[in-house]
């Protein structure tokens, strides 16, 4: 795919915000996921946009139809994280194309964040070619593990790119970076490798809780939420696992994952 396709970010959340500040206004009404990755909350309250936020239920299930039934001539942008981050959930690669060609006929844009890429290997960026209203974003923090270096890109048609590079600032990422991406995407082998044995020791833990009979959800990412019955167990197990200093983070605050923690995997030693 021909450069004039790509523009590299300080990682996904500045993609996020160039596509707020080239296609939203204050009062433009958006779709998104609830919850979904923080950030795009928080552009939201910066440029005072509507949100349509399409939750999630109980057994943590998406009601595609309602994203579907959402888009009309009235919305500006559809924002979907695939797979979702804090659910690790994901939308169908059949429904997802059925979203963009609804959006595209009503004059509306369709964000899809592949932040996860490389856990889940659907991906919608051949499609860019196709749709005028698709926009990927990637990072290089996940599948890459490169967190660090604060690296992603956006990928649209070229239109799209010129106009979004308008928003770009001077001095986005730095020497060092760029030659950090260079050698990576010239050893993909190494990418390979971290990606396959995270999903190792993502194996690992789900068959050791299998055998401690603990439930948890089937996620399309690096990691895994666990329901520990109660919230009581909840804080004893938080609170014991960051004395031994393994750190976990707390699950999505929605009626799913009210007993849940949150565990992200890395690659098995």
Known sequence: MPRS????????DIGIRHCFELLTQKNSKIITLSPT???????????????????????????????YNSINNTVSMIMIANPNSPTGTVIEHQKLLDIIKKANKKNCFVVIDEAYFGFYKSSLLSF??????????????????????????????KNLIKKLYAFRPMYEISSITCLTIEEILKNQNIVNKYTSDTLKGKEFLTEQLDKLGLNYYKTYSNFILVDFN??????????GLQKSGILVRKAPNIKACKTCLRFTLGPTV
Do not use: H, P
């Open 5 to 12: 396709n790509f523009l590299i970010t300080s990682g996904s």
């Open 37 to 67: 990755f923080g950030m795009v909350d928080v552009y939201s309250k910066i440029y005072e946009t509507r949100q349509v936020r399409i939750e999630y239920d109980q057994n943590l299930t998406l009601n595609y139809k309602k994203i």
């Open 128 to 157: 860019i070619k196709k749709f005028k209203n698709l926009i990927i974003l990637r990072t290089f923090s996940k599948a890459f593990g490169l967190a660090g270096i604060r690296a992603g890109f956006i990928a649209a048609n």
């Open 230 to 239: 109660t919230k009581a167990l909840v804080k004893k197990i938080f609170n």
